[in-house]
């Protein structure tokens, strides 16, 4: 029988809104025994370390990677791969952002008369 020395899960699990600070954090936790001496690595969706635009910080077990604010272009897969002499696992989430509702302005000039009917669009 074989056993994992580590497993690797990744939280939370929520759709953000673009223009909000958002994080991903990969938690790492030990098999009875086993000790990890390796590397946390998060891949973003082109399968390629996160570039410098967003921020991993890594604390023995846990590793956070932190948008700031998080935007659409950040949609994707994300992957958190941990690495020792015993092997490597990895874990993955989808992140899907969603679009803020639009805002809509209306202003009144009190010199303008403006008449609207049903169906008409400002």
């Known amino acids: 029988m074989t056993f994992d020395p580590f497993t690797v899960t990744i939280s939370p699990y929520e759709t953000p809104t673009a223009g909000e600070s958002f994080s991903l954090t990969c938690t ?3 098999a009875e025994g086993a000790s990890l001496i390796g590397a946390v690595q998060w891949m973003g969706p082109d399968g390629v370390p ?5 921020q ?4 023995i077990y846990i590793s956070t990677l932190e948008f ?3 935007m659409t272009s950040h949609g ?3 992957t958190c791969q941990v690495t020792s002499p ?13 679009i803020p ?3 809509l302005t209306v202003s009144r000039d009190p010199d303008a ?3 609207l009917r049903h169906g008409d669009n400002l």
């Open 76 to 78: 994707g897969e994300y």
């Open 101 to 103: 509702p639009p805002t």
């Open 28 to 30: 790492i936790s030990l």
């Open 56 to 59: 991993a910080t890594t604390n």
């Open 113 to 115: 008369s403006v008449l």
């Open 68 to 70: 700031n604010p998080v």
């Open 50 to 54: 996160v570039n410098s635009t967003l």
């Open 86 to 98: 015993a092997g490597t696992m990895m874990n993955a989430t989808v992140l899907i952002v969603q």
